[in-house]
């Protein structure tokens, strides 16, 4: 069980908000006061993103400690647009789906959200309060853990590569991370798996041996876990060596 940092009665009242709103999205504030307060949605397309009126900014935003809002389309995971409003705000964020007939367990993330490193199981976005996130999410956490270096979160859609970009080559650089031609301790290791764009991240964290967390099989689509394992078994894939100068 991953703890959050709302209550029960807080997320019952978030949960019934998002199936009252539907077929738009909902949207609202978890206060210090460990209630949840509905908020206005005054998005122009609310059915596929939300903006909390002003009037409500100006009212909660002092005393909140997190963001809820809900999925109506067939996303069930954070979007990029979800992880920038989340970064933006340094507050914790919940997302649940609702088709107007109940909800999805949410998922609940941000800096109050700890996730156990080793044996996550798979889905695209932050490490979240359903064990579950994607391989930049484990090597984040990874990152932190080994070394105490915070990586900002990088907005980014499910195989962000399939629709031309970089974000690997693009955005480690703008955290400080300069290509070296060896691995080091604690220095990241970018793999091309099944596509010519890196995509695919692994904390070295000694010798021989890496973090990460692949994704499903894409044969039998079943689950992979975040592990440690030699580097040796991916050395096809590996494209190049990073190292961050604080470390």
Not at 1 to 22: G, N
Not at 135 to 146: H, I, N, P, Q, W
């Amino acid at each position: 069980m991953i703890a959050i940092p709302f209550t029960e009665s807080a997320m019952a009242d978030y949960r019934r908000h998002c199936v009252e709103s539907w077929p738009n999205e909902a949207c609202g504030y978890f206060l210090d006061d460990q209630s949840y307060q509905r908020c206005r949605n005054v998005a122009e397309d609310k059915i596929n993103c939300f903006v909390i009126s002003r009037e409500d900014r100006q009212k909660y935003a002092d005393r909140a400690i997190g963001i809820g809002h809900s999925h109506t389309g067939q996303i069930l995971h954070p979007t990029a647009a979800d992880i920038q409003f989340q970064q933006n705000t340094n507050l914790d964020f919940a997302v649940c789906h609702t088709g107007g007939k109940g909800t999805s367990t949410p998922i609940v993330w941000g800096p109050s959200v700890k996730v156990p490193l080793l044996g996550r199981r798979w889905r695209w976005g932050p490490s979240g309060s359903d064990n579950r996130g994607d391989c930049f999410a484990c090597v984040r956490d990874a990152v932190l853990e080994y070394t105490g270096l915070a990586m900002p979160d990088v907005p980014r859609d499910d195989e962000y590569w399939r629709r031309g970009q970089d974000l690997v080559n693009e955005w480690l650089p703008r955290m400080g991370w300069e290509p070296v031609d060896h691995p080091t301790r604690y220095g990241l290791v970018s793999m091309a798996i099944g596509h010519r764009v890196e995509h695919h991240l692994g904390l070295i964290v000694n010798e021989v041996e890496m973090i990460h967390h692949l994704p499903p099989d894409g044969k039998s689509r079943s689950d992979r876990l975040s592990t440690q394992e030699p580097m040796d078994r991916y050395v096809r894939f590996i494209r190049r060596f990073w190292r961050h100068p604080d470390l």
